[in-house]
């Protein structure tokens, strides 16, 4: 072969991969805006890891954020609004896009989440209403007014005769949920109250109030103030300690309570389950806690409100996600948080009693059967 028919075969080669390059269909891009970030995405501040339930909410996050490709950081306050706030700052340097906040004190967290506005992030206030700002883009919540309507329409429910001695609790009063709880729970039990079914024992402010249907903030405000647990187990204890010490034997018997939540209904039972002159009662709470579960099936507490937190993280995961993708959350409610209207999305809330904590807890798959002793 000539080295001029070899130089002409190489210079057909070249133009004709020039030919095969150039003609080529070019590469398509996928949308970047339906695409998880590659980077940090989404920020979560949650309370404390010291309650069960908030650990809950820990996993429900991490499966829904890792099942959809989203690089997303949880961190706890420790039960403290300065270090919340400095959780919001961290993941704002971060550069995050959506921040996903449980506030500790509903008002103190306002300033977080101007800060995390400042900054171009989308809000989302979880499970608790941040209040006193208008740097709040949404808010997923069980609906609180129901949950405090199904502890009372139970107490209602297993209340006969006249004259049922009603003791009252409620959370903290930094929490906007304490007073929706009460809220709710109150309008139901108001009217039993002036009928003469029940009998308040300890709060005079809510004596003094209980010919009110319903109560303004600074009137739940007084009657709070004076049965707060702060959602605190000891806190819970000896308070309900104390109202039995002042109570006489008549003020006893077989009494009803209204406690607030899962961990402070078993501190509260305890008080009362001690004392001799009480013949019986019935008590409420919320959370489905795994010990307050196992409370139901023993018979020492009577029922609680199963918020299943798998729903309510999912609702948070769906308005992070529409957020991350340009895109509005979908809402099914509103809330005011003293200065605007908050759009919300409201998950479902079930009743639980010993009847039914098989299905609504087991064969739901919200805990395992073999957590729990003497299960039917």
Known sequence: ??????????????????????????????????????????????????????????????????????????????LSSATEKTNVESLITKGVKVIIICPQDAAAAAAAADEAHKAGIKVISYDRLILGTNNVDFYVT?????????QANYLIG???????????????????????????????????IADGTFVIKNSSQAVSLQGNPTLTRDQESQIIGQITTDWKFDVAKTLAEANLTAATAADKGNVF????NDGTARSIAD????????????????DAEEASVQYIIDGKQSMTVLKDVRTLAKSAFDAADAYLKGTTPTSNGKYNNKNFDVPAAQAPIVSVDKSNVKAAIVDSGYWPAADFKNLQ
């Open 1 to 78: 072969m000539s080295r001029n028919f070899a130089r002409n075969v190489l210079a057909l080669v070249m133009v004709l991969s020039f030919l095969l390059v150039a003609c080529a269909p070019a590469a398509t891009t996928a949308p970047q805006a339906t695409q998880p970030s590659a980077t940090m995405s989404v920020g979560i501040v949650l309370p404390t890891k010291s309650e069960p339930r908030w650990l809950q909410d820990q996993a429900a996050f991490q499966k829904y954020m890792a099942a959809a490709g989203y690089q997303a950081e949880i961190l706890f306050s420790d």
């Open 142 to 150: 069980f609906d609180s007014m129901a949950v405090g309507a199904a």
């Open 158 to 192: 297993k209340a006969t005769g006249k004259g049922n001695p009603l003791y009252l609790y409620a959370g903290a009063a930094s929490d906007n949920n304490a007073f929706l709880f009460f809220e709710g729970a109150w309008e139901k039990l108001q009217p039993k």
């Open 257 to 260: 309570i209204l406690a607030p």
């Open 271 to 286: 008080a009362f389950a001690a004392d001799k002159d009480v013949k019986s009662y019935v008590v409420t709470g919320q």
